[in-house]
């Protein structure tokens, strides 16, 4: 059995064994297809029609997209690259990007856990493709910034999609959806792991006060990769993939709040002045999830405490992709100018608050009044310039 053959039938565990021909089974009439039969026909109708709405719900039930053939139609359409003209490699003749060493050191160290069985040689030559998917985009896109880690997430969309579609498919989710997480500083992913205190105050208090002296940080590598760095199993990731392209950026929070709370006597047995081994515990994604009962729980999590009642909610940029689009839909009609617009408005407004903190550090250190005047009058005129860049 070949690669692309060995990872169709990882990313397929949750459907049932075909059915048998009638020979087989020993009848003269047909046998009734499997629910997971009919589901996968759905999921092609909703392909063939571009339906989003029905896209959203299939993601989101039990399974997912359960397949990587029908996922690869349904993806695009979830990013809102389905009428996306596929680039061509006029990429590689543009000036190189300032983090091509990291990526290329990430990428050395990439397909450990999927697909499985593969010789060296197709392992090298994806780790090829790997790299001018990367090397691709960010050329495209001069302005992002590679984190370590998007290499985890673009190897999934690299084995689901092939490269062409992809290079499309990534360009859209770097600027749509992932943006925030390449800026210049990680301050944009750290703002949205302080959501899950209040996620967790809201729906346990118990549990709330036992974690309070430990920070959300446990939570960076999961969120900032959408798990692909956590999740070992291929199936699996590519399931968690479906309901993550098919929600808003801010439910891959809740999932992380659902974790939590999914292991609150574990948790509970930690005495809570020890915020070390907590965020130990924490650091690792469980690989005995039950991915289909975690999304579910999720998703009424989300319905139960949506982000307009969090109070760290205020504390994330009105540019941020959590703020810029109520649903998945609406998130799949922004253009990549669009994208490009909000993250340099954010990016702004990172470099404002930056110098700010400089200016005002500057204040406490000196007293001489003139100085202290003078630098006064330079924070003004930096936050007007600043101001009318982000608007």
Known sequence: MNDELAMEKSSSEYLAASSHSTTEAGYGEELEPTDEEVKLQEIKAANERQDF??????????????????????????????????????WRDLPPHQDEHQVQLDVDRSFIYYPNNQ??????????????????????????HYF?????????????????????????????RIRDFMLPSLSPALSHLMLLPDIVRAEDTTLWRHLSQTQPFFALSATLTLYAHDIQAYGDIARLFDVIL?????????????IILERKDELLDIPPDEPEMIHSVLN????????????????????????????????????????????AEEIARQSLEDGA???????????????????????????????????????????????????
């Not at 098919?246 to 659902?258: G, K, M, Q």
């Open 53 to 90: 709405g029905a896209l959203v719900t299939l993601a989101i039930s039990a399974g997912g997209l359960l397949q990587d053939h029908v996922r690869k139609d349904a993806w695009p359409i979830l990013l809102g690259s389905w009428d996306t003209p596929k680039i061509d490699n006029e």
């Open 119 to 144: 010789s060296s040689q197709n392992l090298e030559r994806r780790k090829s493709e790997l790299s001018d998917l990367i090397t691709g985009v960010l050329r495209r896109y001069p302005f992002l």
């Open 148 to 176: 370590q880690g998007f290499h985890d997430i673009c190897q999934v969309f690299l084995l689901v999609l092939g490269f062409e579609t992809a290079l499309s498919c990534v360009s859209r989710l770097c600027l749509t």
């Open 246 to 258: 098919a929600r808003e950026p801010v439910f891959s929070i809740y999932l992380f709040a659902r």
């Open 284 to 327: 690792k994604v469980p690989q005995s999830l039950d991915l289909d009962e975690l999304v579910s729980k999720a998703v009424a999590l989300q319905e139960r405490h949506p982000p307009k009642t969090l109070r760290a909610w205020k504390q994330i940029s009105r540019h941020s992709v959590l703020k810029t689009a109520k649903d």
């Open 341 to 391: 617009a909000l993250f340099r408005k954010q990016d702004a407004e990172l470099r404002f608050a930056e110098m700010s903190q400089k200016a005002w550090k500057s204040l406490q250190e000196y007293q001489r009044p003139a100085l202290t005047i003078g630098l006064a009058i330079f924070v003004g005129l930096v936050a007007w310039r600043m101001r009318y860049q982000v608007w």
